[in-house]
């Protein structure tokens, strides 16, 4: 049986499948802000030379990062909880092994070099059950690199001028590990999306606790041609860091 977090995460992506894809490959070509010009760059540099190695894309979304390392040379594999990601990810990377599965039950049973998950990780709850799984697949000394919304960014606190909201630079309830939901917005309908907010002590016990050590970590900071390209987002995340990526060896 699905949890709650994975159903909501499923029906939000299933629901957004076109759209999102759309956005990534054909309205802006160039890179889209938030994906190939702030987290991917972060990702990308911690993965480092992926040449010949198995690698296990975990949250394969439209495929987009599967199609990107199989051209350098990965030897990948991957899995989403949409239906309708995987849809087009297939449709992206025909030759590929990718599957219909959850970060609480990945639907391999084989041994990687290395698993990343790229701004997935914090769709789940149970961050014990997800990191149990990944070790399950990952050989020893083999790496896990993930990317994440930033705890510190994840609290901004909002404020109202009139009718409008805006988000603010104090921090707010950050001990409070909760769900948090943002509404994205799709042309003139709204996607609720579910993230569950960790603080840094309770995302680094999880690591020293399920057999990993911390090797590397990056602040993602955005890529100056964004300026031009994405004027405002890149004032506003070039002084606050939005998303972090995390590389780990499995002991």
């Not at 510190?152 to 009718?163: A, P, Y």
């Not at 002590?201 to 964004?226: H, M, S």
């Not at 995340?237 to 590389?247: E, G, L, M, W």
Request: with cysteine; proline share 4%; charged share 35%.
């Amino acid at each position: 049986m699905k949890t709650k977090e994975e159903k909501e995460s499923r029906k939000a992506y299933n629901s957004m499948a076109e759209w999102y894809n759309h956005v990534r490959t054909k309205m802006y070509p160039k890179g889209w802000f938030y994906n190939e010009l702030l987290e991917m760059p972060a990702t990308l540099e911690l993965l480092g030379n992926v040449r010949g190695k198995k690698i296990l894309d975990f949250g394969c979304g439209t495929g987009i990062y599967a199609k990107l390392l199989t051209k350098k040379g990965a030897k990948l594999k991957g899995f989403d909880l949409s239906d309708e990601m995987l849809k087009i990810a297939r449709k992206n990377n025909p030759k590929l092994d990718l599957r219909q599965g959850s970060g609480y039950k990945i639907p391999f049973n084989e041994k990687f070099d290395m698993v990343y998950a790229a701004l997935v990780i914090d769709y789940f709850k149970d961050w014990d059950k997800v990191f149990k799984q990944v070790s399950r697949v990952l050989k020893k000394g083999g790496i896990f690199i993930f990317s994440a919304g930033n705890p510190v960014s994840e609290c901004k606190i909002n404020v109202k001028c009139g009718r409008k909201k805006f988000k603010a630079l104090g921090i707010k309830d950050y001990f409070d590990e909760k769900a948090i939901y943002t509404d994205w917005i799709l042309d003139e309908r709204k996607v609720r999306v579910p993230a569950y907010h960790k603080t840094y002590e309770t995302i680094i016990k999880t690591i020293v606790r399920n057999g990993f050590e911390l090797i590397d970590y990056k602040d993602a900071f955005p890529l100056k041609k964004a300026k031009k390209l994405f004027p405002y987002d890149y004032e506003l995340y070039s002084k606050i860091p939005f998303f972090c990526a995390f590389k780990l060896k499995k002991k």
